[in-house]
Nanobody
Framework: QVQLVESGGGLVQPGGSLRLSCAAS????????MGWYRQAPGKQRELVAT???????NYADSVKGRFTISRDNAKNTVSLQMNSMKPEDTAVYYC???????????WGQGTQVTVSS
């Protein structure tokens, strides 16, 4: 059974940094495009960043220059380094995996990130 397990969430002050990690199991990690999404209270889930199987990255305009997504195919992990964080980054962050060729996708359970003084 495929599992995506996020870690690294928590409380951080404005301007601070956090690093989220997502560990994948029971899947051929290297064939999946990976991504991070977030959902704030009362809002729809939105894309934060994605990284393709060839490590091409894509970011939401709101996080460009502040967040960096990376993947380690040897460790089956995808990470999101978040710097210069803002209160509007507060949300539950979800790890996402998609196998494009057959449109198979999986979600993690989410990790809470709160940016507040």
């Amino acid at each position: 059974q495929v599992q995506l397990v996020e870690s690294g969430g928590g409380l951080v002050q404005p301007g601070g940094s956090l690093r989220l990690s997502c560990a994948a199991s029971s899947m051929i990690f290297s064939i999946y495009d990976m991504g991070w999404y977030r959902q704030a209270p009362g809002k729809q889930r939105e894309l934060v960043a994605t990284i393709s199987t060839s490590s091409m990255t894509n970011y939401a305009d709101s996080v460009k220059g502040r967040f960096t997504i990376s993947r380690d195919n040897a460790k089956n992990t995808v990470s999101l380094q978040m710097n210069s964080m803002k209160p509007e980054d507060t949300a539950v962050y979800y790890c996402h995996a998609k196998w494009l060729q057959i449109m198979r996708e999986y979600w993690g359970q989410g990790t809470q990130v709160t940016v507040s003084s």
